[in-house]
């Protein structure tokens, strides 16, 4: 079986090269990049399985690297952060990022997050073993097939939105917590920034309609099972 394979890209060459050293001891293969232009190349080079892209880095910074990166993938790609500033975690999320560190960060934790993204992306499971298409309105689950179709198009989803979308479709109707879409989509056991699940909650909106998914304010979220008016 060969290693997962990780592109760093990270202007820092301190923490450039601790990162890649930690993850090759924990039986990874890494790719590095110093700046933006040169992480796009090896990402085009390289098609890794995942990316962790720093946000400030040199020619390309890495907000714009993630959207480069997802205009021709749907690889996981995690944002690392100087500042755990709203905005900055906002906006990567916003571009396309399934997840985000701040620095100095806990490599036990990046190892986590990086190996719970990987599940994720290779074995998005349905709410059932072996069950049919689901129906909600003008949408359509293929929980086997891993596939969502809104008035017959196909949606193209990342792995996160997908195995967002499986976990409402479980319980249609029913509102989930922040906390509990963290748990059961993120893999977070330890608690987790519940931005994280608002942005993609809004990304997964604009692709299966803006009122499917509906906000329980001072709740959380549900699935809207019937037609949306």
Request: hydrophobic residues 40%; contains cysteine; aromatic residues 4%.
């Amino acid at each position: 079986m060969s290693k997962p394979h990780v592109l760093v890209v990270e202007d820092d060459e301190v923490i450039r090269e601790a990162t890649q050293l930690n993850l090759e001891r924990d039986g990874f293969r890494v790719s590095t990049a110093a700046d933006g232009e040169a992480g796009l190349a090896a990402f085009r080079g390289e098609r890794p399985d995942v990316a962790l892209l720093d946000v400030m880095l040199p020619l390309m910074n890495g907000i714009s690297l993630c959207r480069r990166i997802r205009a021709e993938s749907l690889i996981p790609v995690i944002m690392v952060s100087a500042r755990d500033d709203p905005i900055d975690i906002v906006v990567g999320l916003e571009a396309g990022a399934d997840d985000y560190v701040t620095k100095p960060f806990d490599t036990v934790v990046l190892l986590a997050r990086i190996r719970a993204l990987l599940r994720r992306a290779q074995r998005t499971a349905g709410p059932d073993e072996e069950s049919g298409p689901l129906r909600f309105g003008d949408l359509e689950i293929d929980p086997d097939g891993v596939q969502v179709r809104r008035s017959g198009e196909l949606l193209a989803l990342t792995p996160t939105e997908m195995k967002l979308l499986l976990r409402f479709a479980e319980s249609p109707g029913t509102v989930l917590s922040r906390d509990t879409l963290l748990e059961g989509v993120w893999e977070y056991a330890w608690g987790g920034d519940t931005r994280v699940v608002d942005v993609h909650v809004q990304r997964l909106r604009n692709k299966v309609g803006p009122g499917r998914i509906e906000t329980v304010r001072g709740f959380g979220y549900k699935l809207r099972p019937g037609p949306v008016g």
